[in-house]
């Protein structure tokens, strides 16, 4: 099976072609948890199915490296518009790309005829608690109290497709998020359970942030992670609306809008590192 490996400022997946490929994702959970593996397999924080869709130039199935799916990806769609556009699946600008979270458009800026960067219109947040989900009986969660092993976190919760809680503190990069991140995503409040964010802000314009992603542990970028974190923060009157926000994560940067219609768009690098095949463990 042939596949390319990309990744969003380090946020790597591996993403197979449906348009070449008869692959039914379903059937492959075992080989995306073999794919993904760092050690045996190509390595990746998942695996990205580009598929034909009926209303949109391209369709996007995401799997974390578990086997889990997940409605959406953030830094994954950027390199899914990178490659619909180059791999001539589409020459659209913008070009619009179905996920389980619904259709998003992606505008793409060119440089030789090559995808730089992509500004993805992410829809508007949700703070619906039931919506997320989170299972407390409050309307919204901003600013929440929250123990996780004997510690108080002041929780806000958001998603963008995808639940997000999102804490804001001092000296993130020493956080041992291997030890409380699991706490974070396996809490009973989070039936699905939850992406966590730990944001320290730097400025006005300027946040720094680290992410335990369900499925995937710590990953070096989380583009919904980061939308829902600039949400967060203007909910908690930290940033203001119609400014752009540079989120500063451990594999790049990311620019993240929040507009007063309640949109939110997201500004990022796309990269494609190469293309091979791959052995699969048995054939469906």
Not at 93 to 98: A, K, V
Not at 129 to 153: A, G, M, T
Request: charged share 25%.
């Amino acid at each position: 099976m042939q596949f390319t490996k990309m990744h969003g400022i380090g946020n790597d997946y591996i993403y197979i072609d449906c348009f070449k490929e008869c692959v039914i994702p379903e059937d492959m959970i075992d080989e995306i948890v073999a794919m993904s593996d760092r050690h045996k397999g190509i390595g990746g924080d998942g695996v990205i199915f580009i598929m034909p869709s009926d209303v949109a130039d391209a369709k996007m199935r995401m799997f974390n490296a578990d086997g889990s799916e997940g409605k959406m990806c953030g830094n994954g769609i950027r390199c899914v518009g990178k490659y619909v556009y180059e791999h001539g699946i589409s020459k659209n600008n913008p070009l619009t790309i179905e996920t389980a979270s619904g259709i998003k458009t992606l505008s793409l800026e060119l440089i030789q005829g090559n995808v730089n960067t992509v500004t993805v219109d992410m829809g508007s947040p949700i703070l619906d608690s039931k919506l997320i989900p989170v299972d407390l009986d409050i309307e919204q969660v901003i600013n929440y109290p929250l123990v996780i092993n004997n510690q108080e976190y002041l929780i806000t919760c958001v998603s963008m497709g995808n639940p997000h809680c999102v804490i804001f503190t001092d000296g993130i990069d020493y956080l041992d998020l291997e030890s409380i991140g699991p706490l974070f995503e396996n809490n009973q409040i989070f039936p699905e359970r939850t992406n966590t964010e730990f944001i320290e802000v730097i400025d006005d314009k300027t946040m720094k942030m680290r992410v335990w992603e369900r499925g995937s542990g710590e990953t070096l970028a989380c583009g919904t992670g980061a939308s829902a974190s600039v949400v967060a923060a203007i909910y908690n009157n930290i940033f203001k609306r119609d400014q752009e926000i540079k989120v500063i994560l451990k594999g790049g940067e990311l620019y993240i809008t929040l507009t007063q219609d309640n949109h939110v768009f997201m500004r990022g690098s796309a990269t494609e590192v190469f293309t091979g095949e791959y052995k699969l463990i048995r054939n469906k």
